[in-house]
């Protein structure tokens, strides 16, 4: 696709698979049509999705080191620009986690700078949709109903590889690059010379971090980030809130239509409850662990494997096997099943060293769903955790996917459709949900396609 008339309003790659849906589902349930590829498509794949005006990539940068992302996040963001699209955006979690030499959003917000020869990057991190908040440079998250600090969130200040140490966004990104960045703050968004103020710092600065706070400060922060774009497209680095500014200022200019909310489901038909589903969960949140046991007080066959042997190549297959015979077992007996590595961070998983540890995890849980959907038929199934997802669908043979169903409960980890030239994969229902994505029931929910 050359940039056109018919270009799409935003092409994004999501450093993550749950990221990538995350960002999916904020727009298609908008009305904005959405698509996902695991991989660049062909010709013939891109042809079957010219329809949509947003176009998505997935990506797993956020395992991967700098030296990977050079490698690899240098041409997939390439491919993207050459979508045509508005605007470029490389997607980061809400929580920002990353590290020097894990994930680091600074190496891949001077790989897109570069691509784009561009001046000064945006930077939008708050998403009050997902109770994330960023104020005066510091970020702010939900658990468990309260607003935490990120460096003192409970979850994201303990994860096993990326831990927060840091809340102040610009000293957290000082750790990864030398770039200058800037700030604008609540106080200036609100300003009557925001537009002025913003080509001030946009001169000064290499990258600009942006707060948003509420509804007004992210239409705010929507206007600047579309005003600001530039011919051949924009570079953008942050979460999913930077498609909930721009669907605000979009709909301003009419570039969409005014639409309900998400929760009003207005785009899609529910699919209904069915009988069983699979689970694989390579996640060591809490949230996730309060997830799989309430699973297993409700109906839920649960499964535990080993994750040390999983990512042993002389172990695996061994403990692979003795996992599917159980799950087959249940799942004949019409149980749904979950199979996990971990319940919650204090459970040996970080001392595992190595990217590729962390990869052949989620690898081995993939090729296990993929066994269990082909052996059994299933309809439906979930993966649980961010990394986990992003190796997984690898094994899956899942070229595309696009929305089946937003849960506006749990905003981020949408049901979707699978497309795939494999007949048993082609139409499957799957969730990819991030480690600290969704309350307690959210494995039910997905069974039974309940809204909330």
């Avoid at 940068?61 to 045509?84: F, I, V």
């Avoid at 030398?178 to 009557?192: E, F, P, Q």
């Avoid at 799989?292 to 042997?309: L, M, P, T, Y």
């Avoid at 997984?392 to 030239?421: D, F, K, V, W, Y």
Wanted: with cysteine; net charge negative; proline share 5%.
């Amino acid at each position: 696709m050359s940039p056109t008339d018919t270009a799409p309003l935003i092409a994004y790659y999501g450093d993550d698979l749950t990221g990538s849906t995350d960002v999916m589902e904020a727009l298609s349930s908008q009305g904005v049509d959405t698509v996902l590829f695991t991989a660049p498509p062909d010709d013939a794949q891109l042809a079957r999705f010219r329809h949509c005006r947003a176009i998505g990539l997935a990506g797993t940068s956020r395992s991967e080191s700098p030296a990977w992302m050079d490698r690899h996040l240098t041409p997939a963001l390439a491919w993207l620009r050459e979508r045509g699209a508005a605007l470029c955006h490389y997607k980061t979690c809400s929580t920002f986690d990353s590290a020097p030499q894990v994930g680091s959003i600074g190496r891949a917000l001077e790989i897109g700078r570069h691509l784009h020869d561009q001046g000064c990057v945006p930077i939008v991190v708050g998403a009050p949709q997902l109770r994330r908040y960023t104020a005066f440079g510091q970020l702010f998250a939900a658990a468990q109903g309260e607003v935490y600090r990120i460096d003192r969130h409970p979850i994201m200040s303990r994860h096993p590889v990326t831990p927060m140490h840091e809340a102040d966004l610009r000293r957290h990104l000082a750790a990864q690059t030398d770039l200058d960045i800037g700030l604008i703050d609540l106080v200036t968004l609100a300003s009557d010379e925001l537009d002025a103020r913003v080509e001030a710092a946009r001169t000064r600065h290499a990258a600009l971090l942006y707060d948003v706070m509420d509804s007004s400060s992210q239409a705010a922060v929507g206007r600047q980030l579309w005003r600001t774009r530039v011919p051949g497209g924009s570079f953008i680095v942050g979460s999913s809130g930077v498609e909930y500014a721009l669907l605000a200022e979009w709909r301003r200019l009419g570039l969409i239509e005014a639409t309900p909310s998400a929760a009003s489901n207005n785009f899609f038909s529910n699919p209904g409850p069915v009988e069983r589903i699979a689970v694989v969960s390579g996640s060591c949140s809490e949230t996730t662990a309060r997830q799989i046991r309430w699973a297993a007080g409700n109906g839920f066959e649960g499964i535990r494997v080993d994750a040390a042997r999983l990512a042993d190549d002389h172990q695996a297959d061994a403990e692979l096997d003795a996992a599917r015979e159980q799950a087959l077992a249940a799942l004949a007996a019409k149980r749904s099943v979950i199979v996990y590595t971990a319940l919650g961070p204090d459970n040996g998983l970080a001392k595992l060293s190595g990217e590729e540890s962390a990869h052949a995890i989620g690898r081995c849980l993939g090729r296990l769903l993929r066994d269990l959907v082909s052996s059994q038929g299933l309809s439906r199934v979930v993966v649980a955790g961010g990394d986990t997802s992003s190796h997984a669908i690898q094994e899956l043979g899942i070229q595309a996917l696009t929305t089946c169903l937003p849960l506006p409960q749990t905003p981020g980890s949408p049901l979707c459709t699978a497309h795939s030239n494999d007949p048993a994969f082609d139409g499957l229902q799957i969730a990819f949900k991030g480690g600290q994505v969704g309350d307690d029931a959210y494995f039910g929910r997905i069974r039974d396609a309940e809204l909330g």
